[in-house]
């Protein structure tokens, strides 16, 4: 589909996509997906190169640079993770200054990559263009290997503060941010976005997604939900399929991957082929290489989360994070494993009221299935 065809849905908002073009799109999708999960052994570096793509989610307070370099180190560096995506940088008035870049994304001083090879985009959140092209500008300039740009932030003092998921209500300012960063950046660079389906409704998605292709953005992730969902069911993989018909670039999908086999229902329904996750790995953190068949696919045994959040906690004392913040991120991620994993939730309860290290040390040290 040509950029052009797409432009009838920026002419008239209310359009969707016809259910007979659904169709065919299933009908071919489904030997495309057999093809792609086939080859899931190979890292697809971006969505649409062959192999398959598997993208760490942005999780703002939790997917730090510590974060990401123990994910992507895991089995010698073979995580199955094709890329991560940085917490939001938030940009107001003024163009973030490149000292805050390189303490939010560290692994710009390194190439943009982590240790184990894995590049790192770089994801900004704002609603005016200038600084936020400004900004997208200074991260490539310091070697970003991508920009992202978050349309899909729910928190309330963001959207009301003309940032994150409320620019989904106006998609012509997002083509415009999207545009004014792709213009701003070189070319080799992806300018990539990440939205939800819609604000209270998925009804507007296509003009979203099309105000994004048009803009000049590389692929699209969706988180299937909408803002006034938070994080609450159902997830709505069928609708990315609207999504997928409506641009010619690809669609990533996210939300509520939890186990191999979601990624095989959630094809059938979105018609996406490459996928984002994000707090299955707080449960799972070897879900990647277990999805692309290179480990067993068992639940994680509660010592190995343990020596994990021990690995954590010394690596972020290691990299100078005061001993409450890195308590607190070591509690908060027992806390979305517990949301996820019921085996984590007495562990989650025993720890949750510690103010410092030593106490949680001694509750892992004997965490273990029973
Ligand atoms: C604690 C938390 C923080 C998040 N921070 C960000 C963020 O900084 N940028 C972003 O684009 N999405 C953020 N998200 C959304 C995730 O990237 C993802 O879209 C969402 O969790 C759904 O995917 P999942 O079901 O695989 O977790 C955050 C989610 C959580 C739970």
Redesign the pocket.
């Known amino acids: 589909m040509t950029l052009g065809a797409c432009e009838r849905f920026v002419a008239d908002p209310g359009q969707r996509v016809a259910e007979a073009v659904l169709e065919d799109m299933r009908r071919d999708s489904a030997a495309r997906w057999a093809a792609t999960w086939g080859e899931r052994h190979r890292v697809a570096a971006r969505p649409g190169e062959p192999g398959l793509y598997l993208a760490l989610?942005?999780?703002?307070?939790?997917t730090d640079a510590v974060y990401r370099r123990l994910l992507t180190d895991q089995f010698g560096g073979r995580s199955g993770i094709s890329l991560c995506?940085s917490?939001?940088v938030r940009v107001t008035r003024d163009p973030v200054p490149a000292a805050v870049l390189l303490r939010d994304v560290p692994e710009l001083a390194h190439g943009g990559h982590t240790r184990a090879g894995v590049p790192v985009y770089v994801?900004l959140?704002g609603g005016d263009p200038e600084p936020l092209a400004e900004t997208a500008r200074r991260a490539a300039e310091l070697g970003a290997p991508g920009i992202?740009l978050?349309f899909?932030?729910p928190a309330k003092t963001v959207n009301n503060h003309d940032g994150g998921a409320s620019l989904l209500r106006a998609p012509q300012r997002i083509r415009a941010i999207v545009a004014r960063v792709r213009d701003r950046v070189p070319e080799h660079i992806p300018v990539t976005a990440?939205v939800r389906v819609g604000w209270d409704s998925s009804d507007g998605l296509e003009e979203i997604a099309v105000a994004a292709a048009s803009g000049g953005a590389a692929w699209l992730t969706v988180?299937a939900?909408t803002r006034t969902q938070l994080?609450q069911p159902p997830?709505r993989w069928p609708d990315l399929a609207r999504a997928r018909a409506s641009i010619p670039i690809p669609v990533v999908a996210?939300?509520?991957?939890r186990v191999p086999e979601d990624l095989s229902h959630c094809a059938a329904q979105s018609c996406c082929h490459a996928f984002?996750?994000?707090?299955?790995a707080m449960a799972r953190p070897d879900l990647f290489a277990v999805i692309r068949g290179a480990r067993q696919d068992r639940p994680l045994p509660l010592a190995e989360l343990a020596d994990i959040l021990r690995d954590y906690h010394a690596a972020m004392r290691d990299d100078g994070l005061e001993p409450g913040r890195a308590v607190a991120r070591v509690k908060?991620w027992l806390r979305?494993a517990a949301q996820l994993d019921a085996r984590f939730e007495p562990h989650f309860h025993a720890t949750k009221t510690a103010a410092a290290w030593p106490p949680i040390a001694e509750h892992l040290a004997g965490m273990a299935d029973a």
């Open positions: 989610a942005p999780m703002d307070g939790i995506v917490e939001f994801q959140l992202d978050n899909g932030c990440k988180h939900r994080y997830v996210n939300g509520d991957l984002m996750i994000g707090r299955a908060q979305l």
